[in-house]
C-alpha cells in the first residue's frame, strides 16, 4: 500500500523525551493516534448528521442523558452487588 507522507514537529523537550524510549516506533504510533482521531471525527460527522432533524431540545437530550446513566447504575448496582458493600 502505498503511503502519504506527512512531517511532525515537535518540540525538544518533547523529542528528547521521545528519545529515552528508542524502541518505540513512534510514526507507528502517530499514525495509530490519527487513525483514532478520523474515526471519532467520522463518527461525530455520522451523529451530527443523524440528529441534523431531530426535534430534541439541548435540554431533553441532557434529562434523557442523566436517565440513561440512573438506569445504567440502578443495572450495575443490581447485576454486581459485591461492588456495593
Not at 434523557?64 to 446513566?69: A, D, Q, S, W, Y
Amino acid at each position: 500500500m502505498e503511503m502519504g507522507e506527512i512531517v511532525v514537529r515537535v518540540p525538544e523537550d518533547i523529542k528528547h523525551k521521545m528519545d529515552i524510549f528508542p524502541k518505540v516506533d513512534w510514526s507507528k504510533k502517530l499514525e495509530e493516534v490519527v487513525s483514532q482521531e478520523l474515526k471519532r471525527q467520522l463518527l461525530l460527522r455520522l451523529a451530527d448528521k443523524a440528529f441534523e432533524r431531530s426535534e430534541l431540545t439541548e435540554e431533553d437530550a441532557l434529562r434523557l442523558g442523566e436517565e440513561v446513566k440512573e438506569s445504567l447504575h440502578n443495572r450495575f448496582k443490581k447485576e454486581h452487588p459485591e461492588e456495593y458493600r
